[in-house]
């Protein structure tokens, strides 16, 4: 083995990239080098480089196209000239569709018929040759210069992608980070390979975010961007809850139980709605675990968010009813034309039925999507979910015992 190779190898180690990547790069940056030397802007150049003798070929490679009349292509470069300016004046850009009817001709990577004949008798339209190119000496101290920047370049850009790849196939899912620093408008989450972001909109308001911390956050979006891959990173998100039961309760993960919805108000309460149809498991206990163990580690995970589930039903009447839990619900009245939902509790469940600040109702209406109205039995005042929010915080919340058919922890 060469040193030459031993130092790419080296490289690959280094930076976890494969050795065909680097020798790509490097073959790229031997081309831009003889481009700068010996070639010139209308070579479409390619290098071959052999790392154990430190050989290299060079090729100029075309694409064969038919003949085309020098003055076809000055009459066609004066109509594009004349159509660009139309464009212009009508504010907007020259579309393809434009200039489809214009021959073309790049003489960077195509090579028309005539010429291509002389390095190859029988060329076809299409055909791509490989015109052997001349190296007369060593590279100048410019050529060099040029590629190290390139192969520098490249390899960055090798890097970001590995790094985008990696985190982008996340996407959705929980990861974990530590607190770097807290800024006015985000949090800078190291990731390790990368820096994440958590936007405020993407904060509970109640958690402290001291560097060092380490939290688990949901990979909400994995961009790239000109500086690199961004990482969007969330505490808040509804995905979040829905993940952190998928890994802490293995009959979410394996798909045996499914969670239909999640509603939630980050830091003070979720809704989840979960359903399965083997007849021999009861969702909501697998949950909720032996005296809530299963419930209570989502919890911490979530900073102590108290969490609601509850038996999803696809008969609207039945999953308001539940969804309203802890509440006891007497009767749901639906306007389906409306898709709204008038619900009737007893006087003594009313205040437990809307929630402080109307927290309950509100998040029972975000997780069936019916626009929820709770009245009293005995009286005509009805408060819709957006009325909720109204009802005074001190409104005191009794939570009786969980029914079968939701838990409340």
């Not at 083995?1 to 280094?14: G, R």
Request: include cysteine; aromatic fraction near 4%; charged fraction near 30%.
């Amino acid at each position: 083995m060469s040193e030459i190779t031993k130092a790419i190898q080296s490289l690959c180690d280094e930076k976890n990239l494969s050795y065909q990547a680097v020798m790509d790069t490097i073959e790229i940056a031997l081309a831009a080098a003889y481009r700068k030397d010996f070639g010139n802007k209308q070579q479409n150049i390619k290098v071959k480089f052999d790392p154990e003798t430190g050989d290299m070929q060079a090729w100029d490679v075309k694409t064969v196209v038919e003949d085309i009349a020098e003055e076809a292509l000055e009459k066609a470069q004066e109509e594009l000239a004349g159509r660009r300016q139309k464009a212009k004046d009508e504010s907007r850009e020259l579309t393809d569709e434009d200039t489809a009817d214009l021959p073309r001709f790049n003489p960077k990577t195509e090579l028309m018929m005539t010429p291509a004949k002389e390095f190859k008798k029988k060329a076809t339209v299409g055909e791509v040759l490989e015109i052997p190119l001349e190296i007369p000496s060593a590279f100048g101290r410019m050529a060099a210069q040029t590629a190290k920047q390139v192969i520098i370049q490249k390899i960055r850009e090798a890097e970001r992608t590995i790094v985008f790849d990696d985190f982008k196939n996340q996407e959705g899912h929980i990861i974990t980070g530590t607190i770097q620093r807290a800024e006015a408008h985000r949090v800078l989450i190291d990731l390790g390979k990368i820096t994440g972001t958590m936007p405020s909109e993407e904060q509970i308001q109640n958690e402290h975010y001291r560097p060092g911390t380490r939290f688990k956050l949901y990979v909400v979006a994995v961009a790239m961007s000109v500086r690199g891959p961004e990482i969007i990173l969330s505490r808040a998100h509804p995905g979040m809850v829905r993940e952190v039961f998928r890994q802490e309760i293995p009959e979410v993960n394996s798909g045996v139980i499914e969670i239909k919805g999640v509603a939630r108000e980050a830091g003070f309460r979720s809704k989840v709605a979960v359903f399965t149809t083997d007849q021999s498991i009861d969702p909501i206990g697998s949950c909720i675990g032996q005296r809530g163990s299963r419930i209570t580690t989502v919890i911490e995970e979530l900073g102590g968010e108290k969490i609601d589930v509850i038996q999803y039903n696809e008969e609207a009447r039945q999953y308001i009813t539940h969804a309203l839990s802890p509440a006891k619900v007497l009767k749901v009245e639906l306007r389906e034309a409306e898709h709204i939902a008038d619900v009737t509790v007893a006087s003594e469940q009313f205040s437990l039925a809307i929630g402080r600040s109307g927290q309950n109702v509100r998040l029972a209406s975000e997780l069936t999507g019916w626009k929820i109205n709770v009245r009293e039995n005995e009286a005509p005042v009805e408060v819709s979910a957006e009325a909720a929010s109204e009802t005074p915080a001190e409104t005191p919340i009794v939570e009786p015992a969980p029914e079968p058919e939701a838990a409340s922890v």
